[in-house]
């Protein structure tokens, strides 16, 4: 299936890197409205350029555009391809309102085409196999999440030196002016609204602790910097998800059950190791000071397969991560006439939630989607 990319900055090497391991896609084209940057990408990666979008849209071998644009450019441009007729996969946010989000949704769904949207981690092997031990019930039943997204105090980093293999800058500006919680939020939201159904409530706390990120640049410029929310879940879940590119990285899930604890170190890492803790039976308890015992591995569903690492040479691995994996799900989508596991309404209902955590206050989620469908290879058995 014919995929264009849409956006040649510092994401696209991920996906042009990754797409090849899928035999159902084949990259028939780029386009940037810098005709430098698209030039560039395509040298470095062999894949022809659009000289407009309106040429990239006019090609039939296009079926699927692949939207790594601006966030703030997210909307027009799936929705100009959404308009052509093409199937979409975009990156995250899905739009920057959710009005634009829900016009989107319905225009896809009102002319039969499939909108997926990222980010992808919730297809990769570790966020499976945690899911598949929920619905085995190996801490019973879940009760409380601890989510960690924090990225490291970026300010305090040579950020504006980072490049990606094709050349493209790090998107600093928007990086800091869109916020790491609708940067990011979305790698464990899709998770837990997968795993515990549709949030119905967020209370959230959110600020900009660092305003003076870049020299010349208002702080009044950027976004929140921090966000911490509490999520109730229509399963009786409750999780709380914290946001920032300001403590040292941490990217660790805990997820505490009536019999038991799951963790995982490591969202970005499609093979991270998960673990699991048990509870002390009954009758050793009360001579120890322990309830739970040691933390040991709990099996992948499959091994993870690495050959999608992205490398920015031989020595550095930059993302354990398939970025190409949802794209590829959309293809699978169409071609076997189903809804995707990455889909738009999933996607609308998360924005909506992120852009709740970014208030102070409590807010009532009204969005909802139907309950996404676990990896064939991933299922329990029967």
Request: glycine share 6%; charged share 20%.
């Amino acid at each position: 299936m014919g995929v264009a990319l849409v956006g040649c900055g510092y994401v696209a090497d991920y996906y042009a890197s990754t797409i090849p391991n899928h035999p159902q896609l084949k990259a028939v084209g780029v386009y940037d409205r810098n005709a430098v940057r698209a030039a560039d990408f395509s040298r470095h990666h062999g894949i022809p350029a659009f000289a407009s979008m309106a040429d990239l849209l006019a090609d039939e071998s296009v079926r699927i555009v692949v939207n790594l644009t601006n966030p703030r450019s997210h909307a027009d441009v799936t929705r100009s391809a959404l308009e052509a007729g093409r199937h979409v996969y975009s990156e995250k946010p899905l739009a920057l309102s959710v009005a634009e989000a829900r016009e989107l949704v319905e225009l896809a769904e009102s002319r039969g085409l499939t909108l997926g949207a990222g980010p992808c981690s919730l297809l990769g092997e570790t966020a499976q196999t945690v899911w598949r031990a929920l619905r085995d019930g190996v801490v019973g039943r879940p009760r409380l999440v601890y989510a960690e997204l924090d990225d490291g105090a970026i300010h305090q980093m040579p950020y504006w030196t980072w490049t990606s293999e094709s050349g493209a800058p790090w998107p600093y500006l928007d990086e800091f002016r869109v916020g790491p919680a609708l940067e990011h939020a979305a790698y464990y939201l899709n998770w837990l609204t997968a795993f515990f159904g549709p949030a119905t409530e967020v209370t959230s706390f959110s600020a900009l602790v660092v305003p003076g990120k870049v020299p010349g640049v208002t702080g009044s410029d950027f976004a929140p910097d921090f966000t911490t929310a509490t999520l109730r879940f229509t399963s009786g879940a409750i999780a709380r998800l914290t946001c920032s590119t300001l403590a040292p990285e941490d990217r660790a899930l805990r997820i505490v059950g009536d019999d038991g604890v799951l963790r995982v170190a490591e969202c970005w890492d499609y093979g991270a190791g998960v673990t699991l803790q048990t509870l002390v039976p009954d009758e050793q308890r009360e001579s120890s000071d322990h309830y739970l015992e040691p933390p040991v591995p709990f099996p992948l569903v499959r091994p993870a397969d690495y050959r999608h690492r992205y490398k920015k040479s031989p020595e550095q691995d930059l993302h354990d991560m398939d970025f190409a994996r949802g794209v590829a799900e959309v293809a699978d989508a169409v071609i076997e006439r189903r809804a995707a596991r990455v889909s738009a309404r999933q996607a609308l209902h998360v924005l909506e939630i992120i852009l709740a955590m970014t208030e102070c206050g409590t807010t009532k989620i009204e969005s909802t989607f139907e309950p996404v469908t676990p990896m064939p290879w991933a299922a329990l058995p029967a």
